[in-house]
């Protein structure tokens, strides 16, 4: 219960600052008298779902987002928090470190003359690949693509391929982008 108290006096401070509004006008807005309010604001109060309502209609939320835990506007990752992968010749880094459903956006680097086989995802699956830095090889299907700084390729990514960097010197770097097409199983 004093989750809920400490999330519901969080939440609401934050909504009315953002609004801009005073306690008192809250108040007026709500129909809920302001030592009231206020004792919602400082977490001591236990309101009734009455008072619950008329704060979140005022609020112009629902009485989920009054009691939820509060949203920040912001979250950091610090990089020690995001996964690295290592395959082969390759570093795979995500640059979303909190999963989509459907998507995998990650950052491909090679190692100098390194290489990297992909593995064939679910059929109609659509593989974007841009080459960053250097010159990557992708092989798909038979079918060789060499990419410099700046270009793209949209390929199937339901098949084999593999990535290779065609410079034994200097690491190349890419972002890949895998749309996965939904398994119908």
């Not at 987002?65 to 950091?76: F, K």
């Not at 690949?129 to 410099?148: D, F, M, P, S, Y």
């Not at 200097?170 to 939904?182: D, E, G, H, L, S």
Request: with cysteine; charged share 25%; net charge positive.
């Amino acid at each position: 219960m004093d989750d809920i108290r400490a999330n519901l006096a969080q939440n609401i401070r934050r909504l009315r600052e953002e609004r801009g509004h005073s306690q008192q006008r809250m108040a007026e807005l709500s129909g809920i008298p302001r030592p009231t309010w206020a004792s919602l604001e400082s977490g001591s109060a236990n309101p009734t779902l009455g008072v619950l309502h008329g704060a979140a209609s005022a609020l112009q939320v629902s009485i989920e987002e009054l009691i939820g835990a509060p949203r920040t506007a912001a979250r950091r990752f610090r990089a020690s928090e995001i996964a690295e992968r290592k395959r082969q010749g390759a570093r795979l880094r995500p640059l979303v470190p909190e999963p989509i459903p459907g998507l995998d956006i990650s950052r491909l680097e090679l190692a100098p003359g390194g290489q990297m086989g992909g593995v064939p995802h679910t059929p109609g699956t659509r593989e974007y690949l841009t080459c960053e830095r250097g010159k990557i090889e992708l092989v798909a299907a038979g079918e060789h693509w060499e990419l410099g700084a700046g270009d793209a390729l949209v390929f199937r990514g339901d098949q084999r391929h593999t990535y290779r960097n065609l410079d034994t010197r200097k690491a190349a770097v890419a972002i890949t982008v895998v749309c996965f097409a939904p398994n119908r199983g």
